[in-house]
């Protein structure tokens, strides 16, 4: 039996409040990557540091067309889907190593 897989699709932002969506199948390890700048591109060159939202998948065809689906949408409707899980858009990392305080609970697609 294969061990269950997950795939992600994120928000992230900066200071300035840019937007970057991206896919993965380790947020964590992704996230950091984008911190640490250790990719060159668009989140590097931008300091795009914070993550926003995600939201978990089972199926990678679901995440990939979750991912195109926000990608496409005007900045206004990415900026509600942020608030309406995230209204002070908090870096959602700072509490991943503190599950008693963690509130945000995406869906599962």
């Keep these: 039996m294969r061990p ?23 947020l964590r390890r992704r996230v950091d990557e984008h911190k640490r700048k250790a990719v060159p591109g668009f989140t590097a060159r931008y300091n795009i540091t914070r993550l926003v939202w995600f939201e978990v998948f089972e199926d990678v065809r679901n995440a990939i067309d979750w991912e195109k689906k926000i990608k496409s949408w005007t900045r206004a409707k990415r900026v509600a889907l942020i608030e309406s899980k995230n209204p002070k858009w908090n870096d959602l990392t700072r509490e991943w190593d503190q599950p008693e305080t963690f509130r945000f609970t995406p869906q599962v697609g």
């Design 4 to 26: 269950e897989k997950r795939y992600y699709v994120y928000i992230m932002t900066n200071p300035s409040g840019t937007l970057y969506t991206g896919i993965t199948n380790n």
